[in-house]
C-alpha cells in the first residue's frame, strides 16, 4: 500500500499546511481521497495495477464515488479496468455515515 502511495506525496486532499490525506485504511477497508478527478484516476489506476503484485484486486461493485469538495469536473467517471465506479451521495465506512456535506452519522 505504502509502496503505491509514495508516488502520489502530492496527492490527496489538503487537511494542515503541508500534510495531504491520501488514504484511510482499516483491514481490507481502505478510502482514497484526491482533490481532483484526474488525480484520483491516476491515483486508481496505478492502486489496482500495484495491488496485483500482491495477490489482490479491487472488486469494482463494492468501490463507490462521492466527492465532499467542488471538482473542476462536474461529473467525473471513474473507472477500475474498464468498469465505471457508481457514484454516491453518501458512504458508509466502518459503520459510519459520511455524506457530501460532510456530515457523519453514527
Not at 481532483?36 to 461493485?61: H, K, V, Y
Not at 461529473?75 to 455515515?97: A, C, H
Request: aromatic share 10%; with cysteine.
Amino acid at each position: 500500500m505504502d509502496f503505491t502511495l509514495t508516488h502520489f506525496r502530492d496527492s490527496g486532499i489538503d487537511l494542515l499546511p503541508g500534510n495531504n490525506l491520501t488514504d484511510l485504511e482499516y483491514a481490507d477497508d481502505i478510502v482514497l481521497l484526491s482533490g481532483d478527478a484526474d488525480e484520483m484516476q491516476s491515483l486508481l489506476s496505478t492502486f489496482s495495477c500495484n495491488i496485483r503484485m500482491f495477490g489482490m484486486r479491487f472488486a469494482p461493485a463494492k468501490c463507490k464515488m462521492m466527492w465532499l469538495q467542488d471538482w473542476t469536473t462536474l461529473t467525473p467517471s471513474l473507472e477500475i479496468g474498464s468498469e465505471v465506479v457508481e457514484y454516491v451521495d453518501r458512504i458508509t465506512y466502518l459503520g459510519s455515515t459520511i455524506n457530501q456535506r460532510q456530515r457523519v452519522d453514527l
